[in-house]
Structures are given as C-alpha cells and as structure tokens.
C-alpha cells in the first residue's frame, strides 16, 4: 500500500471514530450538548484534527444524518421494490419511514436539526451535497412507484409530474413525526394514537389523490390489516 492510500485510510477511520463517538455521545446526553472539544477528547486526537474533518459542528451533524439517511435507504429501497400494488407500495414507505424512526428517535430528532435554516446554512456546500446525493436514491425508488402507477393506470396526473406527486405522502409522513418527536405537543392537543393516525391520514390521501384501489376509510381492521401485512411481508 503507497503512502497516499494509507493517509487516506487513516483519514477514514478516523472519521468513522468521530461520528460513531458522536453519535454515542448524542444518544447518552442529548444532541445540543454536543461540543466538539469534548468529542475530540474523548476521541485522543487534538481539537485541531477533527476540525480537519468537520468544518463547525454543523457540518458534523449534516454528515451525521448523511449516514443515517444511506442505513435507513437500504431499508426503504427494499421496501419500494416489495412485490405490491403500487398503492400498497406507496403505503408501505410511510409504514417502513416511520417504524424506522420509532426504533432511532435520534435519527428523527436529528434530521429536524439538520435542516433548519441556521444548521444547513453553516455547513459546508460538500457535506450539503453528500446529503442530498443520499437522498436521491429513497426520492428516487418513491419516484418509480409514482411513475408506475401513472403507466398503469392506477393514479391520474392532476396536472403534476411524479416528482410533484411524491411530495404529499412524504410531506404527511414526515410533518406528523416531526409532531410526535416534540414532546408533549400532541398530548397537549388532545391526540393521541399518533401512529394509527398516520395510518389514516396516509390512506386518506391515496384515495383523495384517487390513487386505485380505494379503500373504505371507516374500516379499521382492514387498515390494520394493510400495516401488518407490510411489516410482514415487504422487508422480507
């Protein structure tokens, strides 16, 4: 191995040690208290060297969700490729995005972070970049279920390409997490069964959108039946 190929696997697996250090820290004392001397620390390197790799903490925390966004897309490509209607199959993403995020709340609390203005702006346009290159793979596998079913006749246009189709489900889906992870909000409102909800809401679109087959809204069991029969079947 030349000189050139080591330093660049050193840089690496230093990296990989920040964040995953990172991360721990953020899971055992909450992301705000994130302070990168103390990450440097309690990673034996200089302050100085892991700026080397993160420009601020901001940048630090965009790379952050860049990772958790590339393990969560793995799952959710699987999902979109699950042998369905496409309807089922559009369901199926909101169903696996949220389960995703109940099992890393982190992951939910953290991509909020990211993208307010203030944290998106301080980062570096490459760890912006990185981030949105992650995302091009799960908007695209959502993309291909919209385009199907416009080809197979199940859904109607309105007028809008598919790119602009695919930003209600995921609008709906990612608006009532972002609720749920601000504690107290829907309590104080008076809501709860937040996931069930969900559920509903994201049915109700499908069939506002008139995207086939309908389903009857006021059959419950039915719905039910539809989320288990995709945790059961569509990351298998």
Same mark, same amino acid.
């Given at each position: 191995m030349g000189t050139r190929e080591r330093k660049q696997r050193e840089f690496e697996a230093r990296?990989?040690?920040?964040?995953?250090?990172?991360?721990?820290?953020?899971?055992?004392?909450?992301?705000?208290?994130?302070?990168?001397?103390?990450?440097?620390?309690?990673?034996?390197?200089?302050?100085?060297?892991?700026?080397?790799?993160?420009?601020?903490?901001?940048?630090?925390?965009?790379?952050?969700?860049?990772?958790?966004?590339e393990e969560h897309s793995d799952e959710f490509c699987r999902a979109a490729a699950w042998q369905a209607s496409t309807r089922e199959r559009m369901f199926a993403l909101t169903v696996v995005d949220h389960d995703f995020g109940q099992r890393h709340p982190g992951y939910m609390r953290l991509l909020q972070y990211v993208f307010t203005e203030v944290v998106w702006a301080s980062a570096s346009p490459g760890r912006r970049t990185a981030l949105q290159k992650a995302l091009e793979q799960p908007a695209g596998a959502v993309r291909a279920i919209v385009e199907q079913a416009l080809a197979d006749g199940d859904l109607k246009s309105h007028g809008f390409n598919p790119q602009a189709l695919m930003l209600g489900p995921w !609008? %709906?889906?990612?608006?009532?997490q972002s609720m749920q992870q601000t =504690?107290?909000? /829907?309590?104080?409102?008076?809501?709860?069964?937040?996931?069930?909800l969900l559920?509903?809401?994201?049915?109700?679109?499908?069939? !506002? %959108?008139?995207?086939?087959?309908?389903?009857?809204?006021?059959? =419950?069991?039915? /719905?039910?039946?539809?989320?288990?029969?995709?945790?059961?079947?569509?990351?298998?």
């Amino acid at each position: 191995m030349g000189t050139r190929e080591r330093k660049q696997r050193e840089f690496e697996a230093r990296e990989t040690l920040f964040m995953d250090t990172a991360r721990r820290l953020i899971r055992e004392e909450g992301l705000l208290t994130l302070q990168m001397a103390r990450l440097a620390r309690e990673c034996d390197y200089a302050t100085g060297t892991l700026y080397q790799h993160f420009s601020s903490k901001e940048d630090l925390l965009v790379a952050l969700a860049t990772r958790r966004i590339e393990e969560h897309s793995d799952e959710f490509c699987r999902a979109a490729a699950w042998q369905a209607s496409t309807r089922e199959r559009m369901f199926a993403l909101t169903v696996v995005d949220h389960d995703f995020g109940q099992r890393h709340p982190g992951y939910m609390r953290l991509l909020q972070y990211v993208f307010t203005e203030v944290v998106w702006a301080s980062a570096s346009p490459g760890r912006r970049t990185a981030l949105q290159k992650a995302l091009e793979q799960p908007a695209g596998a959502v993309r291909a279920i919209v385009e199907q079913a416009l080809a197979d006749g199940d859904l109607k246009s309105h007028g809008f390409n598919p790119q602009a189709l695919m930003l209600g489900p995921w !609008g %709906l889906c990612a608006g009532i997490q972002s609720m749920q992870q601000t =504690r107290g909000m /829907l309590d104080h409102l008076g809501i709860d069964a937040a996931d069930e909800l969900l559920h509903f809401h994201s049915q109700a679109l499908l069939n !506002g %959108l008139g995207w086939q087959p309908l389903i009857d809204l006021n059959d =419950r069991a039915t /719905l039910s039946a539809w989320v288990e029969r995709v945790r059961r079947e569509a990351l298998a």
